[in-house]
Nanobody, 123 residues
Framework: QVQLVQSGGGLVQAGDSLRLSCAAS????????VAWFRQVPGKERELVAA????????YYADSVKGRFTISRDTGLNTLYLQMNSLKPGDTAVYYC????????????????WGQGTQVTVSS
């Protein structure tokens, strides 16, 4: 099993930056893909960014390209999401997730989830 504990988030103004962290424990050596999702009430949880745990493959949703950066420190077993130039449309609950499947790309492919953290961007 893998346990994910998130930190970060909060209330910021448009144009500000936030950094989310996700600390992993357990069978972290089995991780293949780690990712950040976000969800707004009444909408489906959507993939924001993903990265291979040990490799170099990355993915970003079009809505965050050029503004968000996903990274990880395997030594610290920690996943990060650096969010710059935040917009009101980025307001959501953000979740980190992990999968042992090297081809993981959809919500159903991820077996382990953080508790979620609220990010609110005011205009």
């Amino acid at each position: 099993q893998v346990q994910l504990v998130q930190s970060g988030g909060g209330l910021v103004q448009a144009g500000d930056s936030l950094r989310l962290s996700c600390a992993a424990s357990g069978r972290t050596y089995s991780n293949s893909v780690v990712a950040w999702f976000r969800q707004v009430p009444g909408k489906e949880r959507e993939l924001v960014a993903a990265i291979s745990w040990y490799g170099t493959s990355q993915y970003y949703a079009d809505s965050v390209k050029g503004r968000f950066t996903i990274s990880r420190d395997t030594g610290l077993n920690t996943l990060y999401l650096q969010m710059n130039s935040l917009k009101p449309g980025d307001t959501a609950v953000y979740y980190c997730a992990a999968s042992p499947r090297p081809t993981a790309k959809e919500r159903g492919d991820f077996d382990y989830w953080g508790q979620g953290t609220q990010v609110t961007v005011s205009s």
